[in-house]
């Protein structure tokens, strides 16, 4: 077959979808370091946020995104780590600050015809919060917003969309009804909306303690680009007979964009005879997002499992994990977590429920006669406390780093990135926001990277802070968050079925703030070289925490080279190396 006339051969690139974590605590948090769960999808011109925990607003605020291009909120589910900083965002989005009095009034008089700009998508509940909130503090906001429900067959919606229900600024809302198979195959239709560069979204049912989602981002096949300078012509040359047509085409050039628009439409046939395509497709993947809420691992409904099949990146929770023996070390290291571990409600609730005795009784079951542990025994109890954190977690309706990575490599997972940490799991202090930052740089002096960090912050704010020498407290927490993603990769990407494929993967644990770009479905070469570049110091630097409870880290010359660790420095040549904290010059 001829090549359709009006392609040229050439790809259209992929536009830039980012993924950035706002929220990466579970409902024990807060904590200072990690808000409770949010995230947002860029799309560049238009973002979707991802639950809206309290406090998702300020993060928006401390971050780099624009806030002003959310148009779509889509909720997991109920609960309140995920649900309280709705209102606030709309409030900020939909802000009614200069709405003259009785233009909302008006706006009521609508009814059920008004038209929808902002879009809040959740389970059976979503439509009440929102409403009951919005009336019972009476807040004035400006626009008109949709709440659209999500619910299984054979369930109500937590409110109905009848006129005098209605918000005033608010617009009818879909309620979406499961499929036969329990899936939901139309939140978002390809090409739904001006924006968002035309995703489609579905979703489906996962298993929490309340009913949960999770959703499915799929872009538009991509195709080539349209080759104006011949088609234009073309037009041109119809534009006579297409204005005479009933109905006319008054604007020729039109059929431009009709070409381009989403579903792809059939081919058109123009008076003069010649036919003319919608693009083909250019053989570049699309790209999928796979983003989940609370859950106890991957999902029980297959069809729903078909759909997250061969995602670019999957989002999953990871509340607990067991922390192995060698990267914890033992008393000492808790001892130094235990320090920095944050006052939060988790650590108090776990103080009064699971309160240890300190009688001062020493010893373990594992322990031999000398207070050492054999290396067998080490290993059994590493197992025992991973089951016992496993079960637990279940129990609760979240996952661990074993979930996680069976369901990424059954849905063969391109990216992982896991959130929704206990409190027990603050987050490492990296000044950056990228996914793969050293493993040895220095510690932002807040708590989540610096504000100068984001360099499009939006706000320009410059406290002049500069990051701080890493401790071995920090260093401590890094390699911690390290070894649950860790335990992700060796189930969803051992090292076997690395050397095959040839592709670096390495699952990677969320920070606030943390900002992953999805340049093609497959990892790019960058990606891949971040990624290489980041196991290989992390391998030196892991092996020798494991082996020796600490790492040697090259400091600036005036400060020389220290050991950061848990353990003392091993002597080297009889002499006493300078440990954290005494500036002292270490010579070799
Ligand atoms: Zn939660
Ligand atoms: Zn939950």
């Not at 796979?290 to 997250?308: A, H, L, P, Y």
């Not at 192995?324 to 008393?331: A, L, M, Y």
């Not at 410059?462 to 890094?478: A, C, G, I, Q």
Request: charged share 25%; net charge negative.
């Amino acid at each position: 077959m001829a090549a359709h006339i009006g392609h040229s051969q050439k790809a259209k690139p992929l536009s830039p979808v980012s993924v950035t974590f706002l929220g990466t605590s579970s409902g024990g948090g807060p904590i200072l370091s990690r808000n409770c769960s949010s995230l947002a999808v860029d799309f560049g011109n238009e973002i979707w946020l991802f639950d809206a925990a309290d406090g998702t607003l300020m993060r928006l605020h401390q971050s780099s995104l624009r806030i002003a291009n959310i148009s779509r909120i889509f909720i997991t589910h109920m609960h309140a780590d995920h649900t309280l900083g709705l209102v606030a965002i709309m409030m900020t989005i939909m802000s009614g600050v200069g709405v003259k009095p009785g233009e909302n009034e008006e706006l009521a008089k609508l009814g059920t015809k008004k038209k929808a700009t902002f879009h809040i998508y959740g389970p059976a509940g979503i439509r009440k919060l929102i409403r009951t909130t919005l009336s019972v503090t009476s807040i004035n906001l400006a626009g008109v917003f949709a709440i659209h429900e999500i619910l299984e067959q054979g369930e109500e919606p937590s409110v109905d969309c009848e006129e005098e229900n209605l918000h005033s600024n608010e617009a009818v809302g879909i309620d979406f009804i499961a499929n036969d198979d329990g899936v939901w195959e139309n939140i978002l239709q390809q090409g739904n909306g001006k924006s968002g560069k035309g995703w489609s979204v579905k979703a489906g049912p996962i298993h929490h303690r309340v009913p949960s989602l999770g959703y499915v981002l799929a872009e538009p096949v991509p195709r080539v680009q349209l080759d104006t300078s011949s088609l234009i012509p073309l037009l041109k040359s119809n534009a006579e007979a297409l204005a005479s047509l009933d109905p006319p085409i008054k604007h020729p050039l039109s059929l431009l964009s009709h070409l381009t628009s989403l579903p792809p439409p059939p081919p058109y046939t123009l008076p003069s005879g010649d036919v003319i395509h919608p693009p083909p497709p250019s053989g570049i993947s699309p790209r999928k997002l796979v983003i989940f809420g609370d859950c106890s691992g991957g999902t029980e409904n297959s069809t729903f499992q078909k759909m997250c099949e061969n995602p670019s990146l999957l989002v999953h929770e990871c509340t607990n994990g067991h922390i192995p023996h060698d990267v914890q070390r033992g008393d000492k290291g808790m001892k130094i977590r235990k320090k920095d571990l944050e006052p939060s409600l988790e650590a108090k609730r776990d103080r009064l429920f699971f309160h240890k005795p300190t009688d001062g009784k020493k010893g373990h079951p594992h322990e031999n006669g000398n207070g050492h542990h054999s290396f067998e025994d080490i290993l059994a109890k590493d197992n025992e406390k991973r089951l016992e954190v496993q079960k637990k977690a279940l129990s609760r309706g979240h996952s661990t780093p074993e979930e996680v990575g069976n369901f990424a490599k059954t849905i063969k997972a391109r990216r992982v990135i896991v959130n929704h940490f206990s409190a027990m799991f603050p987050s490492p202090r990296y000044p950056s926001t990228e996914p793969f930052p050293s493993i040895l740089s220095p510690i932002s002096p807040f708590p989540y990277p610096s504000p100068t960090s984001t360099p499009s912050n939006a706000h320009g704010y410059d406290p002049h802070v500069e990051p701080h020498s890493l401790t071995k407290n920090e260093l401590h927490t890094r390699l911690i968050m390290q070894s649950l993603a860790d335990q992700i990769t060796e189930i969803w990407s051992p090292p076997a079925d690395r050397d095959e494929d040839k592709i670096a993967r390495m699952a990677i644990p969320s920070r606030d703030f943390m900002s992953i770009r999805i340049p093609s479905h497959e990892l790019s070469d960058i990606e891949q070289d971040d990624i290489r570049r980041y196991r290989e110091e992390l391998d030196r630097v892991m092996g020798s925490w494991k082996e020796c409870g600490g790492v040697w880290v090259d400091l600036p010359k005036e400060v020389g080279r220290i050991w950061l660790g848990v353990e003392p420095a091993p002597s080297i040549g009889g002499k006493t190396a300078p440990q954290e904290g005494n500036h002292i010059r270490y010579e070799e």
